[in-house]
């Protein structure tokens, strides 16, 4: 959240009561299904940053799906744990349905005979230790880990005023191929090769 600020409390209109407990639900269920995926840098002893990378988006829904988080998420929602209201909610399922067009939209990118495309789901560096190379050591870490996947592929979405994480991931190889957008505004969709060589 501190990573984040206002763009996660977007979706609760300013108030952050029951957000963490979201993320909580959401982080675990990913940390349970990709371990190997979430990467944390220590800073002075506290948590200086995270990524989190995905090998493959369907194996995650499928987990969160098949284990019955989804089902959790919706029932602690539907008690007012996490005090998000509908709308919200609807936003957050018209954004994830517009990355998923994005998605299919990018395989005239991707030549899949050579593997499918990983996810650079989320990364965040804390604000008292930006600029010190721990965001580009994160997504150089994360990267290595999915190279040894069957990914072929890695894509991510960044916001185009994004200037620091455009530029990290650009250092990073990534390129802009299209763009997709949310209740929030335009998204910059960026791909990179695993196995090195062009994209296609
Ligand atoms: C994006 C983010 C993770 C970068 O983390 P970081 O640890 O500060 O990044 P690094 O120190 O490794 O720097 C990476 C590159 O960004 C550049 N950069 C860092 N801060 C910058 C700034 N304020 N303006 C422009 N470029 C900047 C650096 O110059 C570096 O490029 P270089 O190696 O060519 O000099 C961090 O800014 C952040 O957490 N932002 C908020 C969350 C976010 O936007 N996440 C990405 C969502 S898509």
Redesign the pocket.
């Known amino acids: 959240m501190e ?2 600020g206002q763009s996660v409390l977007h979706y609760v209109g300013g108030a952050s009561s029951g957000i963490e407990r979201a993320l909580h639900d959401i982080f675990a269920a990913i940390l349970e299904h990709q371990p190997q995926g979430m990467l944390v840098a220590e800073a002075e002893g506290c948590i200086g ?1 995270y990524v989190i990378a995905i090998p493959s988006m369907p194996y995650l829904w499928w987990h969160v799906i098949s284990r019955g988080h989804l089902w959790q998420w919706a029932k602690r929602w539907l008690q007012g744990d996490y005090g998000i209201e509908l709308g919200a909610v609807l936003s957050l399922a018209q954004n994830k349905a517009g990355f998923a067009l994005s998605q299919i939209r990018l395989a005239r990118h991707t030549n899949k005979a050579r593997g499918h495309t990983a996810q650079i789901l ?6 008292s ?10 997504l150089h870490k994360a990267l290595g880990y999915l190279a040894t996947t069957s990914a072929a592929f890695v894509k ?4 185009p005023d ?4 455009r ?2 991931y650009e ?1 990073l190889g990534f390129i802009a191929v299209s763009r997709t957008c949310d209740s929030q505004g335009p998204w910059i969709v960026m791909l990179k090769s695993l196995r090195g060589g062009p994209l296609t």
Not at 122 to 127: D, F, K, L, Q, Y
Not at 156 to 159: A, D, G, I, K
Not at 162 to 165: E, F, I, T
């Open positions: 990573g984040f940053g989320s990364i965040a560096v804390h604000p230790y930006r600029g010190q190379g721990i965001g580009h050591a994160l991510l979405e960044v916001r994004n200037l620091p994480a530029r990290l250092d």
